[in-house]
């Protein structure tokens, strides 16, 4: 049978965690969507078809804690996004109720990656002093204003807060008022411990991002992980590793990786600083993991599906048939390789991933070895070629 499809991704590995795909078949496109997904699909009417053997097909990759509004190093999100194979990016926390409609206006709207958004207790959002500012917690306004926008604003952060629990607490009780969940950033005090946050002040649902920050007591003296983060985990608290330039430590992912302590979500807080160096990007992020012996298969579940489900947005983690067609093209090289971490400490690893194609909503929008277009010398005196 020939359909008209748009796009098919032909004879590629696909690895869709949601749908429990992978093996070898060929995904097809058609208006924006996902048409289907098999080996040995027909492409005899199909617009395009693109050749990608040798290569993993997955769903756009999902980096729910990232920065593109309000914090200083934050970047505009199709140029982080794209050429790392994600699709959808969630700003954490950049705006609070006050300057929401400023990012909607000069950042969302203009974007063509999904950005969604995390919004801040702190009514000014992610901007220095006012983050100390109590009376800038307000949760009626900040829960009230993700009422506006619900399809935009999935859930809400608190972040950098120095002292006392009133940042966290703001943020879940406008968590309560909403419906949305919380992620946290956060410094362990003497007055204000980590166990005390994640057994007793978070809500099932809600995240603690830089699981494997040094500033986090994730492990005992001896190296061994914190009894409480099991039973916080068991309690349904989710742990997400927000990469960033202070937050990915070899010295603390190996010892916890070692003993099974592992993430919900893999992503990245990309931001001007992290980005080139330690490399805080999601494929490279998720080579890290893999070096310290997550699956690969384990690697795109916690950075498709997974962060879709934290976000309650599970339809965008998946190449089910009528999905919009957010796709990732992805080679695991095999060598002799180096990554960075937080630290700007080494390691070698033998296998990297790196983003060959980006598809969203149907549309490719990065392509490293041009592997979708024609080549030159059969187009004669071409201009603009359009498919
Ligand atoms: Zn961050």
């Known amino acids: 049978m020939s359909e008209n499809y748009d796009l098919v991704l032909a004879g590629g590995h696909v690895i869709d965690p949601a749908n429990d795909l992978n093996g070898p078949a060929d995904v097809a496109v058609a208006n924006g969507t996902i048409a289907a997904v098999s080996p040995g699909l027909s492409t005899a009417g199909a617009a395009k078809v693109v050749n990608v053997s040798g290569l993993y097909v997955t769903p756009g990759l999902i980096d729910i804690h990232s920065h593109h509004f309000g914090y200083s190093g934050w970047t505009f999100p199709d140029e982080y996004a794209f050429p790392n194979g994600t699709t959808t990016v969630v700003d954490a926390g950049g705006a609070g109720y006050k300057n929401f409609e400023q990012f909607k206006t000069e950042i969302i709207d203009r974007a063509r990656v999904r950005l969604l958004a995390l919004l801040n207790i702190v009514g000014g959002g992610m901007l220095g002093a006012i983050e100390q500012d109590v009376s800038e917690m307000q949760p009626e306004p900040c829960a009230d204003r993700i009422a506006e926008y619900p399809d935009i ?133 998720m080579s890290k993991l893999v070096s310290f012996g997550m699956s690969f298969e384990e690697a795109v579940r916690r950075s498709t599906i997974e962060p879709a489900k934290v976000i309650n947005r599970p339809e965008l983690g998946s190449l089910s048939a009528g999905a919009e067609a957010d796709i990732a093209v992805l080679e695991l090289e095999e060598g002799d390789f180096g990554f960075v971490d937080s630290g700007l400490a080494a390691m070698r690893g033998n296998r990297r991933l790196t983003a060959h194609l980006t598809v969203r909503a149907g549309e490719i929008v990065w392509d490293l070895n041009g592997i979708s277009r024609p080549d030159w010398t059969t187009q004669g005196d071409y201009v603009r070629i359009d498919n």
């Open 153 to 285: 604003l999935v859930g809400i952060k608190a972040a950098h807060h120095k002292y006392g629990w009133e940042s966290v607490d703001g943020a879940v009780a406008a968590g309560d008022m909403c419906g949305k969940f919380v992620m946290v950033d956060f410094q362990p005090r003497p007055e204000r411990t980590y166990r005390e946050l994640i057994l007793e002040r978070m809500r099932p649902g809600d995240v603690h991002t830089h699981m494997y920050g040094q500033h986090i007591e994730q492990l005992d003296a001896g190296k061994k992980v914190q009894d409480y983060m099991w039973e916080a985990r068991e309690k349904g608290i989710l742990f997400d590793v927000g990469h960033g330039g202070g937050s990915f430590w070899f010295r603390v992912v190996g010892p916890c990786m070692e003993q099974g302590w592992r993430p919900d979500t893999i992503s990245t807080d990309a931001h001007k600083g992290s980005l080139f160096l330690p490399r805080a990007t999601m494929p490279i992020t």
